[in-house]
């Protein structure tokens, strides 16, 4: 496996970072921490993600210290997960390895989705998309009932004031399947593509996202557009089918917050070892 990213500072601006700022929009800011970018978004510390620190090289035996950094720049803010996260360039990706972002290169025609209707969602919608996206990611807690809330209410905000649009599918007027799509002026990224159980396997998914895509280039042709994805997935082939190409990988690395140096470094050893402590996988949407 061989990486191709050119500097450190360049990784923050590969794929799946420089389009996580885009989706995640206005309110999340970012500052350079010596070695990394620290996420921040006071009006929403219900999200990890909107929290988590990119790293600018791959971790090794200094990720503990990472995530001490992680909380030297959250203390106190009530965040529940400190989150780091790597991005590069491979050449040969493999399963289970992080979340890979795939670039649509040529929109390929699907076939229909019989008895389906997607488009934009109306005013009185968003209250069914936020229960139906509880539903489908088991979301019945109290924390999070209060993390979709906000989610749901910034997403709104997103697309009232145009850089986002949120779209959905309906089988006779009920919502079964939603899809985001994060606009910029040269780039789109898609954000919780997600159809209800009982309704899988019937090509809403890729309706959604084909739907999407195609606008989103009719309305600003040239553009490119992302979508993020685990290789091998079923997702992965829905989106390799509509004509999306791999182009990065991201992983991530998590931990119960707040951490101590002692605890960390104990977990990092647990890790190493092979018998857990820290979390490694793939980025969240």
């Known amino acids: 496996m061989t990486s191709t990213a050119d500097s450190p500072v360049s990784r923050y601006h590969l794929p799946g970072t420089r389009t996580d700022r885009l989706a995640q929009g206005p309110r999340t800011v970012y500052a350079d921490g010596g070695g990394c970018l620290i996420a921040d978004t006071p009006s929403f510390r219900e999200s990890n993600w909107r929290h988590r620190l990119i790293l600018a090289q791959e971790p090794g035996d200094d990720l503990w210290r990472w995530f001490l950094r992680w909380q030297e720049a959250h203390q106190g803010k009530g965040i529940k997960k400190a989150i780091l996260t790597f991005e590069d360039e491979v050449e040969a990706p493999c399963e ?19 008895g389906v209707v997607i488009r934009a969602l109306r005013g009185g919608e968003w209250a069914a998309a936020e229960a139906l996206d509880l539903a489908i990611n088991a979301g019945e807690g109290p924390s999070e009932v209060a993390h979709a809330a906000r989610a749901w209410a910034l997403r709104r905000e997103g697309v009232q004031e145009g850089w986002m649009r949120q779209w959905g599918a309906f089988v006779d007027w009920r919502l079964v399947g939603l899809a985001a799509l994060a606009e910029g002026e040269r780039e789109a990224r898609f954000q919780d593509v997600e159809v209800d159980e009982a309704f899988r396997r019937r090509g809403i998914a890729r309706a959604l996202v084909g739907s999407l895509s195609a606008d ?11 979508i993020n994805a685990l290789i091998g997935s079923s997702a992965q082939r829905i989106y390799r089918g509509l004509g999306f190409v791999f182009a990065s990988r991201q992983r991530w690395w998590t931990v119960d917050a707040p951490v101590g140096a002692e605890e960390i ?13 820290l979390v490694e996988g793939a980025g969240p949407g």
Request: glycine share 24%; hydrophobic share 30%; aromatic share 10%.
């Open 96 to 114: 289970g390895e992080g979340g890979f972002q795939h670039r649509l290169e040529g929109l390929v025609g699907w076939p229909s989705a019989q």
């Open 216 to 226: 989103a280039g009719r309305r600003r042709p040239g553009r490119d557009v992302w």
């Open 265 to 277: 470094r104990e977990r990092w050893a647990r890790l190493q070892a092979g018998d857990g402590g």
